[in-house]
């Protein structure tokens, strides 16, 4: 049977890197924040989020992510409402996924909130990418040109580095490529 490995992290640990290795190792990745932005563009899901959320988060007949996330990121209440709305179909698309990978020993679901959607659950193992705090902070600055106090926020609404750690089976200390590739290798030892 195809183990489910998942994947995760705080904004900026570097799961993206990780991910893009695995698949460079032709491990099959699933990216569950790629498919929810896929999903966040159909019609049904869009009118659940501007029922709830208004016409202020739409741009173009479509949802606009930066007017999304200010009111997101500022209210766990709606983060929640949000998310109540797009894990039910991450999870049904990700069980789509998974079905056609069967000959595989272990695939990975990456997703930042596993623990959070409850995902997690449907995982054998898990492993969690971490980097410093301020590490973490830049690297969101840059990626997303956006403020301090806009990651900071992002950072507030998910849950605490302390809590992934006693929840995740493996620690990826993701500062250096070199070293976090190094820390890949080995660890995959354990899956095949």
Not at 36 to 53: E, G, L, P, Y
Not at 91 to 100: R, V
Request: glycine share 4%; charged share 35%; hydrophobic share 40%.
């Amino acid at each position: 049977m195809t183990k489910i490995i998942g994947l995760t992290g705080g904004i900026g640990s570097g799961k993206t890197t990780v991910a893009n290795y695995l698949l460079e190792k032709n491990i099959p990745v699933y990216i569950a924040d790629d498919e929810a932005r896929k999903i966040t563009n159909s019609k049904k899901v869009i009118d659940k989020i501007v029922a709830i959320f208004g016409n202020e988060v739409l741009k173009n007949s479509k949802i606009d992510r930066a007017a999304l996330a200010k009111i997101v990121f500022k209210d766990k209440e709606k983060l929640a409402q949000l998310n109540a709305i797009i894990h039910p179909e991450v999870k049904k698309h990700f069980k789509k996924w998974l079905k056609s990978k069967l000959d595989y020993k272990f695939v990975v679901k990456e997703s930042a909130i596993l623990f959070e959607s409850g995902s997690y659950k449907d995982c054998d193992a898990i492993i969690l990418v971490t980097a410093p705090l301020e590490v973490r902070i830049e690297r969101t600055m840059k990626r997303d040109k956006i403020d301090r106090e806009s990651v900071l926020q992002r950072i507030n609404n998910q849950m605490s580095e302390e809590e992934k750690i006693k929840k995740s089976d493996y620690i990826i200390q993701n500062n250096y490529l070199k070293d976090t590739h190094s820390q890949l290798d080995n660890l995959l030892k354990n899956f095949k």
